[in-house]
């Protein structure tokens, strides 16, 4: 299974970007996707996950409701919007896919992951 995350970039405190993670080399209604991010200096951490039916998502109290995970099982994708960011949100990215039914926010439940996407948020 590959993951293959995108969508990053530099924007300003306030504005909205979408990341997208595309999965390939499994059948991708199998797989729950979770979000996680590494600021410079710090440990990754949890960003949010949904699992695979899409039925349930859950997020780090950080980015409730300015986040939302979504995913197109036609594309093969999952997205990650985030809105009103903050320039704590700054880091990179991964997204990474889990075979577990039931949500799991820790990252040793994860197999597979991407390769990361920069999100700068500047003042």
């Known amino acids: 299974v590959q993951l293959q995350a995108s969508g990053g970039g530099q924007v300003q405190a306030g504005d909205s970007l979408r990341l997208a993670c595309e999965v390939s080399?499994?059948?991708?209604?199998?797989?729950?996707v979770g979000w996680f991010r590494q600021a410079p200096g710090k440990e990754r951490e949890f960003v949010g996950t949904?699992?695979?039916?899409?039925?349930?998502?859950y997020y780090q109290d950080s980015v409730k409701g300015r986040f939302t995970i979504s995913r197109d099982n036609a594309k093969n994708s999952v997205y990650l919007q985030m809105n009103n960011l903050k320039v704590e949100d700054t880091a990179v990215y991964y997204c990474?896919?889990?075979?577990?039914?039931?949500?799991?926010?820790?990252?040793?439940?994860?197999?597979?992951w991407g390769q990361g996407t920069q999100v700068t948020v500047s003042s």
């Open positions: 949904i699992n695979f039916t899409g039925g349930s998502t």
């Open positions: 080399g499994g059948r991708f209604s199998d797989y729950g």
């Open positions: 990474a896919a889990t075979p577990y039914r039931a949500v799991v926010i820790t990252d040793e439940y994860y197999d597979y």
